[in-house]
């Protein structure tokens, strides 16, 4: 299995909800990425586990809050967030990390904020 | 500042011709250099990886090089086909940031038939 899975597909929120994205993979790879992708721009990497531990925070608001389970889950929870955080929600993994390895990525939740 | 840029934002060829994308970096100094594809609404696949001692590396109609000195690497697609239309972007790995990864602008191929 070399799938990386994402729910939801897509999500739809107002700024005082709060909402989780999850991610799931079982290649058993030890690092988890959540990155940001705008429309016709590239993916910004947001946080990194490795080995379920957080090692990369690229100075994400506090509106959003990684979380990892266990060594094949990762959450992203939501919480009073902005129109402007409208975007894709790309999760990745790679074998070991942090990674000089080959990421597989989701096929990323779309999340509208109203 | 540190940039990294792809030589265009869309590209059209005809089928059965050469594709030809350059990614152009400055104050960077990666590891390795990774190029990824992806297609609308979807996450980017994982194509090529060419480490800073390579050259050249290629797979099927695929081929990288990546020159450390000009700080560039060009992505190649032979034979193109229709199925190639797609974003492709280039992406540096950064060893002394933990492995980040910096991905370019990307350039929208349009291979018509």
């Known amino acids: 299995d070399t799938e990386v899975t994402q729910t939801p597909k897509h999500l739809v929120m107002g700024m005082t909800n709060k909402k989780s994205l999850k991610c799931e993979q079982h290649m058993g790879h030890r690092a988890m990425y959540w990155y940001k992708q705008k429309a016709k721009k590239p993916p910004e990497l947001m946080f990194v586990y490795s080995y379920e531990k957080l090692s990369i925070n690229e100075s994400v608001p506090s509106r959003f809050s990684p979380e990892c389970p266990n060594s094949s889950l990762l959450n992203l929870h939501l919480h009073a967030l902005q129109p402007e955080d409208s975007a894709l929600y790309l999760c990745a993994s790679s074998q070991d990390g942090p990674s000089t390895d080959t990421q597989y990525f989701g096929p990323g939740t779309r999340l509208t904020v109203l | 500042s540190q940039k990294i840029e792809q030589n265009s934002e869309a590209l059209n060829i005809q089928e059965g011709k050469t594709a030809t994308l350059t990614c152009n970096y400055t104050?960077?100094?990666?590891?390795?250099l990774q190029w990824y594809r992806q297609d609308p609404g979807r996450g980017p696949v994982f194509l090529l990886l060419i480490r800073e001692n390579e050259k050249e590396k290629r797979k099927e109609r695929l081929k990288v090089t990546f020159d450390t000195t000009l700080k560039q690497s060009l992505f190649h697609i032979t034979a193109s086909q229709p199925a190639d239309s797609a974003t492709y972007l280039c992406a540096l790995v950064l060893y002394n940031q933990g492995g980040k990864l910096i991905f370019g602008q990307g350039t929208e191929l349009s291979v018509k038939p």
């Open positions: 104050n960077y100094s990666p590891a390795y």
